[in-house]
């Protein structure tokens, strides 16, 4: 059964940072494109970054560029957001995914969804 398990989310300023975590199990998670998502209340879901089966490539949404770093341990079958430089309107449920690669990622395609974490920056 594959599991993919958000954590490390919570209320925070803005201006604050925060480090999400997805943990998989039961996928080979290094063949895997691993991405970030997030959706507000009222709102679609948006890609806020992806990143390749070895790590080498990144990508990020717009809103995001420059705040957000994406990493992935393939040791741990573990992806990570570091969040910085937090903000009101990054106020959303984050998922992380699984996917054939970074393209497919960025159009919302993925093999594979974690249930969530909620991030909640406060003005």
């Known amino acids: 059964q594959v599991r993919l398990l958000e954590s490390g989310g919570g209320l925070v300023q803005a201006g604050d940072s925060l480090r999400l975590s997805c943990a998989t199990s039961g996928l080979t998670f290094s063949a895997y494109a691993m991405g970030w998502f997030r959706q507000a209340p009222g709102k679609e879901r948006e890609f806020v970054a992806a990143i390749s089966l070895g790590g080498r490539t990144t990508d990020y949404g717009d809103s995001v560029k420059g705040r957000f770093t994406i990493s992935r341990d393939n040791a741990k079958n573990t992806v990570y957001l570091q969040m910085n430089s937090l903000k009101p309107e990054d106020t959303a449920v984050y998922y992380c995914?699984?996917?054939?690669?970074?393209?497919?990622?960025?159009?919302?395609?993925?093999?594979?969804w974690g249930r969530g974490t909620q991030v909640t920056v406060s003005s």
């Open positions: 995914a699984a996917g054939a690669n970074i393209g497919r990622l960025r159009g919302l395609t993925a093999n594979y």
